[in-house]
């Protein structure tokens, strides 16, 4: 039964990855487009702790954690360039 | 029963985490976009964590799974943020339908008073683009 359900919670969220991606390609703005990609930091990290509570691996809750911190200096590093420089 | 807690806490994860996708694709705005990416994808993400800790079911993996989540709890509301601060301050159009603009009523003699790097840039916000 559990495997049933986390292939749907995998598929859910690959439907909001794929949403995700819309306002990325759409985005009018840079910001726009930095929201975007935090949600899909976010997004992915969850995705992996998903996988790795259903296969019980625990070496790939540390690639989430890993991502985690990634996808926040990445974000951060974005917000500082668009505050110092130009948006578009 | 570990199972059906499991199951239930992740269909949930995952429909606030589309929910939060959907405020993003939705939103008129990039403040109301950030807003809803924050807010709903942390308690998604929260919601999946409980679930990957209570199927592990030993101590290291929920000292992971608690660290991840305290580092996510942690950084999600800086990041949104520094987001919504660097978008204003660069001159994002805010929507139409926008009430309060707390910064932009702020009176001319008391902008100067404040600390730091944003006097520069407050003139380029308030600029038409």
Not at chain 1, 66 to 73: K, S
Not at chain 2, 1 to 21: K, N, P, R, Y
């Amino acid at each position: 039964m559990l495997d049933v359900i986390s292939q749907a919670t995998l598929a859910t969220l690959g439907v909001a990855l794929l949403v995700a991606f819309i306002r990325i390609v759409k985005g009018p703005t840079l910001p726009d487009r930095i929201v975007a990609m935090d949600l899909f930091g976010v997004l992915v990290v969850g995705l992996i702790v998903v996988l790795a509570g259903s296969s019980r691996v625990r070496a790939t809750l540390d690639a989430a954690m890993v991502i985690a911190l990634v996808g926040f200096l990445g974000t951060v590093a974005y917000a500082t360039y668009v505050e110092r420089g130009d948006p578009q | 029963m570990t199972d059906i807690v499991t199951a239930i806490v992740w269909l949930a994860g995952s429909a606030f985490a589309l929910l939060a996708a959907v405020g993003v694709l939705r939103m008129p705005d990039v403040f109301t976009r950030m807003q809803a990416s924050t807010k709903a994808s942390t308690l998604g993400l929260a919601c999946l964590l409980i679930g990957a800790a209570l199927q592990m079911g030993d101590l290291a993996s929920f000292i992971r799974v608690a660290s991840i989540g305290a580092f996510v709890l942690l950084t999600t509301p800086v990041s949104g943020l520094v987001i919504a601060r660097a978008s204003y301050f660069a001159g994002v159009p805010l929507w139409e339908g926008t009430i309060v603009d707390e910064r932009r009523d702020v009176p001319a003699d008391t902008q100067n008073a404040e600390p730091g790097e944003e006097g520069g840039t407050r003139s380029r916000a308030n600029a038409p683009s």
